[in-house]
């Protein structure tokens, strides 16, 4: 069955850098986009990035623009999330999320799996 396993949240300091993991199993990861959202507490879901299925596009939340970088490894099966220059404003739990198609978009009904999310905590 397919899983999505997020790894590599917890607490940063502001200013401070992680990165995120999404491992992959249970279908053809090159064939398909994938995308980090996340869940501030109280707020809607709000699209991070994505990036297609060969990794020749992606796209990004303008709240994360010049701070987020989104790859990929296809022969790892992994989707990544490099986080720099980490705000308050970041704290959220953070999800991968399987595109049907090879774009990645920020439409939520273009994904039919998710993981389980991962919280990401910025404070001082």
């Known amino acids: 069955q397919v899983q999505l396993v997020e790894s590599g949240g917890g607490l940063a300091q502001p200013g401070g850098s992680l990165r995120l993991s999404c491992v992959a199993s249970?279908?053809?990861?090159?064939?398909?986009?994938m995308s980090w959202a996340r869940r501030a507490p109280g707020k809607g879901l709000e699209w991070v990035s994505g990036?297609?299925?060969?990794?020749?596009?992606?796209y990004y939340a303008d709240s994360v623009k010049g701070r987020f970088t989104i790859s990929r490894d296809n022969a790892k099966n992994t989707l990544y999330l490099q986080m720099k220059s980490l705000k308050p404003e970041d704290t959220a739990l953070y999800y991968c999320a399987k595109s049907i198609f090879l774009r990645a978009t920020q439409q939520e009904y273009e994904y039919d799996y998710w993981g389980q999310g991962i919280q990401v905590t910025v404070s001082s």
């Open positions: 990036i297609r299925s060969d990794g020749s596009d992606t």
């Open positions: 249970g279908f053809t990861f090159s064939s398909y986009g």
